[in-house]
C-alpha cells in the first residue's frame, strides 16, 4: 500500500517535529557541556586528572537533567485537560499532539536510562583515573587515600541507579500485560526518586560552587614588600591543595624594581617563587582569560593601590569586550 506524504505529515508530522527538536536540544546540551569541560581553563587539573571521564559524565548529566524535567509534564493529565479545554490550542493537530504524550514520556525516560548508564560508566572511569593517577607529591589532592585504592560513589547515586532499574524493568510490556500492578508501584517510585534526585544535584552543585576561581595579583616595588603577607598567602595555597581546590587561587606576584633583584630563595616560600614575575600585570590579557571563562557571568573586581591602576581597571572594567562578561568594579585606593 502506498504512503501518502500529505497524510503521513497531518497524522505523524507534529509528533516527528517534536522529538527531532527534542533530539536537538540533548545534542546540543551535551556538546555544550562536553567542550566546557574539555577546554575550560577552571577545570584545567581535574581535567588532567580524569580526561574524557570528567567531560562525559559531566555532559551526561546535563542531559539528565534536562529529561528528568520533562518526563513528568506529558502525564500530567491534569495539565493536558487544561490545554484541551483552553483557546491557546485551537488547532485539532494541536490536539492530536496532545493526546500522543505517552510518546514524549517514553522518549525522555528511554533518554534516563541510556545517559544514566553513560553517566555510571564516565564516573567508574573517573573512580579509576583518581586510583591510578594518585599524586604522590600532594596526596590530599586525591579522593582515593593512596594508590590503588578504588572509592565507591556517593548513597545518592547508588539508590538513583537503583529505583531507575526498577522502573525501566517493570515498564516492559510483558510485566505490564501479565501484572499491572508491578509496574504501577514500582513508577510511583518517581516521588522517592525525585527526591534523592533534588539531594543529588544539590551536592554535586555545591562541589562546583567551589571551584569557582580567585586571581589575586599583588604589584610591589621591591621583592621585601611581599613577606609580610607571604605567611598567608602560603598557608592559603597549602590549604586549597589539601581540600583538593588547586584551581580556586590564581596567584601573581609582579615587581616592579629591578635593580638588585633577588628572588624568594626560602624554601617555605616556594609556591611564591614560582609566580613571582618581573614587570607590571598585562591587564587587558588578564581581563580577556577571566572573561572567556566566565561568560555572561558576573566577576567582582576589587581594587586596593594607586589611583592609577585604580583606573585602568575601572576602565577595563566598562568595557564591553569580554564575552558578555559583566566586571563589577569596587575600590579602596590609598593615594
Same mark, same amino acid.
Given at each position: 500500500?502506498?504512503?501518502?506524504?500529505?497524510?503521513?505529515?497531518?497524522?505523524? #508530522?507534529?509528533?516527528?517535529?517534536?522529538?527531532?527538536?527534542?533530539?536537538?536540544?540533548?545534542?546540543?546540551?551535551?556538546?555544550?557541556?562536553?567542550?566546557?569541560?574539555?577546554? #575550560?581553563?577552571?577545570?584545567?587539573?581535574?581535567?588532567?586528572?580524569?580526561?574524557?571521564?570528567?567531560?562525559?559524565?559531566?555532559?551526561?548529566?546535563?542531559?539528565?537533567?534536562?529529561?528528568?524535567?520533562?518526563?513528568?509534564?506529558?502525564?500530567?493529565?491534569?495539565?493536558?485537560?487544561?490545554?484541551? +479545554? @483552553?483557546?491557546?490550542?485551537?488547532?485539532?493537530?494541536?490536539? /492530536?499532539?496532545?493526546?500522543?504524550?505517552?510518546?514524549?514520556?517514553?522518549?525522555?525516560?528511554?533518554?534516563?536510562?541510556?545517559?544514566?548508564?553513560?553517566?555510571?560508566?564516565?564516573?567508574?572511569?573517573?573512580?579509576?583515573?583518581?586510583?591510578?593517577?594518585?599524586?604522590?607529591?600532594?596526596?590530599?589532592?586525591?579522593?582515593?587515600?593512596?594508590? $590503588?585504592?578504588? /572509592?565507591?560513589?556517593?548513597?545518592? $547515586?547508588?539508590?538513583?541507579?537503583? =529505583?531507575?532499574?526498577?522502573? %525501566?524493568?517493570?515498564?516492559?510490556?510483558? =510485566?505490564?500485560?501479565?501484572?499491572?500492578? =508491578?509496574?504501577?508501584?514500582?513508577?510511583?517510585?518517581?516521588?522517592?526518586?525525585?527526591?534523592?534526585?533534588?539531594?543529588?544535584?544539590?551536592?554535586?552543585?555545591?562541589?562546583? %560552587?567551589?571551584?569557582?576561581?580567585?586571581?589575586?595579583?599583588?604589584?610591589?616595588?621591591?621583592?621585601?614588600?611581599?613577606?609580610?603577607?607571604?605567611?598567608?598567602?602560603?598557608?592559603?595555597?597549602?590549604?586549597?591543595?589539601?581540600?583538593?581546590?588547586?584551581?580556586?587561587?590564581?596567584?601573581?606576584?609582579?615587581?616592579?624594581? @629591578?635593580?638588585?633583584?633577588?628572588?624568594?630563595?626560602?624554601? &617555605?616560600?616556594?609556591?611564591?617563587?614560582? &609566580?613571582?614575575?618581573?614587570?607590571?600585570?598585562?591587564?587587558?590579557?588578564?581581563?580577556?582569560?577571566? +572573561?572567556?571563562?566566565?561568560?555572561?557571568?558576573?566577576? +567582582?573586581?576589587?581594587?586596593? +593601590?594607586?589611583? #592609577? =591602576?585604580?583606573? @585602568?581597571?575601572? #576602565?577595563?572594567?566598562?568595557?564591553? &569586550?569580554?564575552?558578555?562578561? @559583566?566586571?563589577?568594579?569596587?575600590?579602596?585606593?590609598?593615594?
Amino acid at each position: 500500500m502506498a504512503l501518502s506524504v500529505r497524510s503521513w505529515v497531518a497524522n505523524e #508530522g507534529g509528533k516527528h517535529l517534536v522529538l527531532v527538536l527534542w533530539l536537538g536540544a540533548n545534542t546540543l546540551l551535551f556538546m555544550r557541556t562536553f567542550l566546557m569541560y574539555y577546554c #575550560g581553563q577552571q577545570y584545567h587539573y581535574l581535567h588532567q586528572m580524569l580526561g574524557l571521564g570528567l567531560c562525559i559524565s559531566r555532559a551526561s548529566a546535563s542531559v539528565l537533567n534536562l529529561n528528568c524535567s520533562l518526563v513528568l509534564l506529558p502525564m500530567c493529565r491534569s495539565l493536558l485537560t487544561y490545554l484541551r +479545554g @483552553t483557546h491557546t490550542v485551537r488547532s485539532r493537530k494541536a490536539r /492530536r499532539l496532545l493526546d500522543k504524550s505517552k510518546t514524549f514520556h517514553v522518549a525522555c525516560g528511554v533518554a534516563i536510562c541510556v545517559f544514566s548508564v553513560v553517566h555510571v560508566s564516565a564516573h567508574l572511569v573517573n573512580v579509576v583515573n583518581f586510583s591510578v593517577r594518585y599524586s604522590e607529591e600532594f596526596p590530599s589532592l586525591n579522593v582515593a587515600r593512596y594508590r $590503588g585504592e578504588v /572509592r565507591f560513589p556517593g548513597i545518592t $547515586g547508588i539508590l538513583l541507579v537503583l =529505583i531507575l532499574f526498577l522502573m %525501566f524493568t517493570a515498564s516492559s510490556y510483558c =510485566i505490564r500485560v501479565s501484572n499491572y500492578e =508491578i509496574f504501577w508501584y514500582t513508577h510511583n517510585l518517581f516521588i522517592v526518586f525525585y527526591i534523592i534526585l533534588i539531594v543529588h544535584v544539590v551536592g554535586d552543585g555545591w562541589r562546583h %560552587f567551589r571551584l569557582r576561581r580567585l586571581y589575586f595579583v599583588w604589584v610591589c616595588r621591591e621583592l621585601q614588600s611581599f613577606y609580610w603577607f607571604a605567611e598567608l598567602l602560603c598557608a592559603l595555597h597549602h590549604k586549597l591543595w589539601k581540600e583538593n581546590r588547586p584551581d580556586y587561587l590564581n596567584l601573581q606576584l609582579f615587581v616592579s624594581q @629591578t635593580d638588585g633583584l633577588q628572588n624568594i630563595s626560602e624554601e &617555605r616560600y616556594r609556591p611564591l617563587s614560582s &609566580r613571582l614575575m618581573i614587570g607590571r600585570p598585562r591587564w587587558k590579557l588578564l581581563f580577556e582569560e577571566i +572573561g572567556r571563562t566566565n561568560k555572561h557571568k558576573r566577576v +567582582g573586581v576589587f581594587c586596593c +593601590g594607586p589611583k #592609577g =591602576i585604580s583606573r @585602568t581597571l575601572h #576602565g577595563l572594567c566598562n568595557s564591553d &569586550r569580554y564575552s558578555g562578561t @559583566t566586571f563589577e568594579f569596587n575600590k579602596e585606593s590609598f593615594s
